[in-house]
């Protein structure tokens, strides 16, 4: 049986959903802080706190586990440099309770959502996963704290992990049952679709005089679906006997915020009301994944690289669901 921490999440419950549909059993914990009763569509689901010990010790003895993975972080990064306390208390704090749970229960593998913030500003792109890790923000530091947690973890106790660095998670189920639902939504895609549903005033474009071919920032946008699939083969190699490692999650392709919002209005059908505004502090450039290592090594053949079908996606989600899964109203 695999767990599933942060199974009502976004990426969390698209993977619940692929687990389902390849026969595994499912055990989601989420505390629905952030997450969405109505995005867990099967297994079974404990409502609660993973910085919980005793909530960790019951899960785990109620439950068969082989493996977790381990989805429920907080992610923006913006709130990160303002409260890095709050990201060291979840992310760090919250996954060494969940070592020791593991280690006491002998769970014997990990998959961990990992980040390309880890990396910091690039040096290189594509960027490799020996690329240097040298965050430029509190949430990539803290994810990077937790991937060194892990090495050690394995050194000494033989606890095995994956850790997964997503590029810019994009796009919805192609069934259209799940969704992208953050309170707030910071992210890209979400904000350009809500603006063509009159949601938004309007889009901002943050940053026109970035040097690259139109001035503004280029980011590597991967289906959330084909980051469901990683995981699941990520801990098949696992249980193959794969050493403790960690992939790059993306499609190897940059699109500019132009180019997406230019997508958008395409798969939408009229124009999106957008304005330019200054750079968002902390914004590199240039994101683009070198992911041939988990192509590779994990046979892993993302299904919906193409921009346009991520936008469609997502566009199915959000023309059906104006209000989310309408629990934050
Ligand atoms: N972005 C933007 N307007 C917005 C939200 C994001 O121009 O309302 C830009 C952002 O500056 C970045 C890209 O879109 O260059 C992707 O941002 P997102 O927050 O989706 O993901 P990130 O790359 O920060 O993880």
Not at 84 to 106: D, I
Not at 278 to 299: F, H
Request: net charge negative; with cysteine.
């Amino acid at each position: 049986m695999i767990c599933v921490i942060g199974g009502a999440g976004y990426i969390g419950s698209h993977c619940v959903k692929r687990l389902l549909e390849r026969d595994h059993k499912v055990v989601t914990l989420d505390n629905l802080e952030a997450g969405h009763r109505a995005a867990i569509v099967g297994g079974e689901f404990v409502q609660g706190d993973y910085t919980d010990r005793q909530t960790l010790d019951t899960l785990f003895t109620s439950y068969p586990i082989e493996c977790v993975m381990h989805f429920a972080a907080y992610a923006s990064v913006a709130e990160s440099m303002t409260d890095p306390a709050k990201f060291y208390r979840l992310n760090v704090v919250g996954g060494y309770t969940l070592l020791e749970a593991m280690r006491a229960h002998r769970i014997p593998y990990l998959i961990f959502s990992s980040s390309a913030a880890t990396y910091g500003e690039p040096r290189q792109i594509p960027i490799p996963e020996d690329h240097p890790q040298q965050p430029t923000n509190a949430y990539g530091e803290t994810k990077r704290a937790f991937e060194q947690m892990l090495r050690w973890y394995d050194v000494a106790f033989g606890l095995r992990s994956v850790s997964l660095r997503y590029f810019n998670a994009a796009g919805a189920d192609p069934e259209g049952q799940l969704g992208e639902d953050h309170h707030p939504e910071t992210h890209l895609i979400p904000l350009v679709l809500l603006t063509a549903l009159g949601k938004r005033p309007v889009l901002k474009i943050f940053g026109t005089d970035y040097d690259t071919p139109d001035g503004t920032a280029i980011r590597d946008y991967i289906h959330v679906t084909d980051l469901a699939d990683a995981h699941i083969l990520a801990a098949e190699s696992l249980k193959g006997g794969a050493p403790t490692t960690a992939y790059n999650l993306g499609n190897g392709l940059g699109y500019s915020v132009r180019e997406v919002v230019r997508t958008a209005e395409e798969v939408v059908g009229h124009p999106i009301p957008q304005e330019e505004a200054p750079r968002r502090a902390g914004d590199p450039a240039r994101l683009v994944a070198s992911a041939d290592r988990a192509k590779r090594e994990l046979g892993w053949q993302p299904q919906y690289a193409d921009l346009r079908t991520i936008i469609e996606t997502a566009w199915r989600w959000h023309s059906t669901h104006p209000d989310g899964y309408g629990d934050r109203l």
